[in-house]
């Protein structure tokens, strides 16, 4: 069983900035890929950004640019870096990991961003 613990979510202006974390109760070195979901009242979940062993990103077309993703190894951590926040940007964000007997998911952390 692999648990993830997230932390930095809170209520932002807009374009204002705020790094969220998640991290692993197992190595990363295990782990084939971490991401990023949100979702909003109302609304599916929705893939906001994803990295993987190879430490290749993708991105939501409506973050790019503003968002980035990336992993510390010996911390078992993945961040992401939400710059320029916009309104639609609020949501809860839970952290994703794809590994043996996954995928996982972490407990979600609330986005609020005020116009």
């Known amino acids: 069983q692999v648990q993830l613990v997230e932390s930095g979510g809170g209520l932002v202006q807009a374009g204002g900035s705020l790094r969220l974390s998640c991290a692993a109760s197992?190595?990363?070195?295990?782990?084939?890929?971490m991401g990023w979901y949100r979702q909003a009242p109302g609304k599916q979940r929705e893939l906001v950004a994803i990295?993987?062993?190879?430490?290749?990103?993708n991105f939501a077309d409506s973050v790019k640019g503003r968002f980035t993703i990336s992993r510390d190894y010996v911390k078992n951590t993945v961040y992401l870096q939400m710059n320029s926040l916009k309104p639609e940007d609020t949501g809860v964000y839970y952290c994703?990991?794809?590994?043996?007997?996954?995928?996982?998911w972490g407990q979600g952390t609330q986005v609020t961003v005020s116009s």
């Open positions: 990295i993987n062993s190879r430490d290749s990103r």
């Open positions: 197992r190595s990363m070195y295990s782990i084939n890929a």
């Open positions: 994703n990991i794809a590994a043996p007997g996954g995928p996982y």
